[in-house]
């Protein structure tokens, strides 16, 4: 599983990590919230990693996509080790504030509303933390404040990239016509709103 607290995880996207950089200021100081700087790390890391289509979506039964995060929840709670139940808890954290902090105003199309992801984001990060203070890990403070500022931090950073989108774009709907078609025009478009698509040949039709 990679990794988006490490920058290093992160290749060839020095641009779309300072472009990244500056959206979460940005969302941090039109909001006013108080959010730590280890905080706001984790953030403009996780953005710049699922930024790529090939890191943001897995292989599945059914292709490339996105498993339910109920089911990666589930199976996190369950897991028989720490490092199993931590990787599973953080994907459900990361996925759901990519998707309600990137793709907030195109998910109230979706049957599963925002609501549901800011509870399950939310949940998996304070219960990621726990697991993280018992482990003895410093990391646990970081999720902690990403678990319990997940609804504010979210809404702040959808605020911002909806500004930077034509009023009437439904990027998660682009995002799922590339996925399916490998459009270039899609991934031209996808591409100015911050999200790269990565290599055509990294989908599954």
Known sequence: MRDPGNAQTVVNCTSVKDYFRQQ????????????SEEAQAYLVNLLTCYSRTDHFFEHT????????????????LSARSRIEQAEGLRRVGDVAMFLVGV????????????????????????HLSVA??????????VFMEL???????????????????????????????WQQTGSTSC???????????GPVAAQVH
């Open 132 to 141: 993280c203070s018992r482990a003895g890990t410093q990391t646990g403070a």
């Open 24 to 35: 979460v200021t940005d969302a941090i100081t039109e909001s006013d919230i108080d959010v």
């Open 147 to 177: 678990g319990t500022k997940f609804a504010v931090l979210a809404r702040a950073m959808a605020q911002v990239f909806e500004q930077d989108l034509d009023q009437d774009e439904n990027l998660l709907a682009l995002y799922e016509r």
């Open 61 to 76: 039964p059914q292709g490339f996509g996105l498993r339910p995060l109920a089911l990666v929840y589930g199976e996190a």
């Open 103 to 126: 793709f907030r105003h195109s998910l109230r199309r979706k049957p599963v509303n925002v609501d549901y992801y800011i509870a399950i984001g939310g949940n998996a990060y304070e």
């Open 187 to 197: 991934a031209q478009r996808l591409r100015r709103a911050g999200i790269h698509t």
